[in-house]
């Protein structure tokens, strides 16, 4: 049983002792048990705590690191033809708290009908994609 109790910088030389593979939803989770290939992991991070892909976290003995990576799940990307589609998409989803991956070229977002919807009305392309899931922090996000 490993007890994650706190982030170290990150380090992708690290020897870590196993990667916990999380959905964006679980990297918000800053108390919670997970189970990975039989053993348990516990996290107890201060309240708030967003993990990133990538991040390190160590054990309360100071002997165990976990490297935490982006789990794959199902998504839906949105494409438009123009920056100005992108924009309204933006401010569409914004304006219902969805949360979101937001880049120049995309939006990337959690499966939901009423917004695929939504979105295709508008003129965009929805693709359907099992991909690792970075939505945006917000403005009031903590960082690493």
Do not use: W
């Not at 309360?60 to 100005?84: C, D, M, Q, Y």
């Not at 989803?93 to 120049?104: D, Q, S």
């Amino acid at each position: 049983m490993l007890t994650c109790t706190q982030r170290k910088p990150s380090n992708p030389d690290a020897a870590v002792t196993l990667t916990l593979a999380l959905t964006a939803e679980e990297r918000t989770r800053s108390r919670h048990r997970f189970e990975i290939d039989g053993q348990a992991v516990f996290l107890r991070l201060p309240r708030g705590t967003v993990l990133h892909d990538g991040d390190i976290l160590e054990d309360e003995t100071n002997s165990n690191l976990v490297r935490i990576a982006a789990k794959p799940e199902p998504v839906l990307t949105a494409l438009a033809e123009t920056p100005l589609l992108l924009l309204r998409a933006v401010y569409h989803l914004g304006n219902r708290h969805v949360p979101c991956e937001i880049t120049a070229s995309y939006l990337r977002f959690l499966p939901d009908s009423v917004l695929r919807s939504m979105l295709e009305q508008l003129g965009l392309k929805i693709k359907e994609e099992v991909l690792p899931f970075q939505p945006e922090m917000g403005a009031y996000g903590h960082t690493h």
